[in-house]
């Protein structure tokens, strides 16, 4: 009995051997491919693809590399410290624009564009509050392409965007996204804020700041200047200064080396001295004199005793509790306007006719 059963295993043993055997030569005769494979037909690209190429393609030579040296001997001379950015030409005239604080700080700067070649740049002024800034190529190169421009008046969530920039120094680097949300504030290192900024969900890390935010025909919707991200890296959530803003903004630049910026001549109470205080509205610290807050007879805090003076409740008729809204609702009148200002005093209010001025 003990021997039949040997035997049977045995002959299972050499069963399954064969079998395995079998299987390897099949394998190595008939299935194994030693030599380079003929290419599978690839068809037609999709519709989208034929887009998001042909806006590279027609939009990539508009774009910029920027980078800057803070200090020390120049550029490909040692020790010198720097960063790099995005940016775009803006027109024939040689200039490029791109944020605030990609120079912000910077000796020297410099710009590579289509050709390849690093052009040395003029920083001929900044819109802090926007966080844009305007150079000036010191060489003016032939064929130089100004980006087209959009308009961001009637962007929708959910519409499709490319970013186009130089993301950890590596150049012309494509990303697509959608709009995710409109209207959002971004804070500037002014102080103020950012009204109407895009987010998008566009792969934006460092070095795309300063470049285009496009729409799918290749216009510029925005200017990529900041993300949301633990790591330092792209999360998911970029913001860009929006086209409308930048086409307001960039000429007043480059006319005067500054942007307009709409005030009323005051100075004002931290918002957190306002909350300690219990007090709803913008504080009045100082009036200017001259300014058109004097003219109109408002007043700031007494500062013999420190008591509170003047406290602007609304402009037109709108509430403002910030200074970011207050600085948001003078833009919104618009240099050389009046604006209806609603005055707490003495916890009596009333409003007054100001004129908005330049405190540039």
Excluded: C
């Amino acid at each position: 009995m003990r021997r039949s059963i040997g035997k049977y295993l045995v002959i299972w043993v050499l069963v399954l051997l064969t079998v395995w055997v079998g299987q390897q030569f099949y394998r190595d005769l008939f299935l194994t491919v030693a030599e380079p494979r003929a290419i599978t037909p690839r068809g037609s690209l999709a519709d989208f693809e034929r887009q998001n190429i042909e806006v590279f393609e027609t939009i990539a030579p508009s774009v910029a590399y920027i980078f800057t040296r803070s200090g020390g001997f120049g550029f490909g001379r040692r020790p010198a410290g720097g960063g790099a950015g995005s940016g775009f030409i803006w027109d024939r005239a040689g200039h490029i624009v791109t944020n605030h604080h990609v120079v912000a700080g910077a000796s020297e700067v410099a710009v590579r564009l289509e050709s390849g070649d690093a052009i040395r740049a003029t920083v001929i002024g900044a819109a802090p509050d926007y966080d844009l800034a305007v150079l000036r190529l010191k060489r003016l190169p032939g064929g130089l392409q100004p980006i087209p421009i959009g308009t961001s008046a009637d962007l929708q969530v959910g519409q499709a965007v490319l970013a186009i920039g130089n993301p950890f120094g590596l150049s012309r680097t494509l990303t697509t996204g959608i709009i995710s949300a409109l209207d959002r504030r971004l804070p500037a290192d002014t102080g103020r804020e950012i009204a109407g900024v895009i987010q998008t969900d566009a792969a934006i890390n460092p070095g795309n700041s300063g470049g285009p935010l496009l729409d799918s025909a290749g216009r510029l919707i925005g200017v990529n200047t900041a993300i949301i991200s633990d790591s330092g890296s792209s999360a998911g959530i970029g913001f860009a200064v929006p086209v409308d803003v930048v086409n307001r903004i960039v000429p007043q630049v480059i006319a005067n080396g500054k942007a307009v910026r709409p005030g009323i001549g005051i100075s004002t109470v931290s918002e957190e001295t306002a909350a300690r205080l219990g007090i709803d509205g913008i504080i009045i610290f100082d009036v200017a004199p001259g300014g058109s807050a004097a003219s109109a007879g408002l007043r700031g805090v007494d500062q013999t005793n420190g008591t509170v003076g003047d406290v602007i409740a609304a402009i037109d008729g709108k509430p403002v509790r910030t200074i970011a809204e207050l600085a948001e609702a003078l833009e919104r009148v618009g240099v050389g306007k009046s604006a209806t200002v609603t005055v707490v005093r003495n916890r009596q209010s009333f409003t007054v006719s100001v004129d908005v001025i330049d405190i540039s």
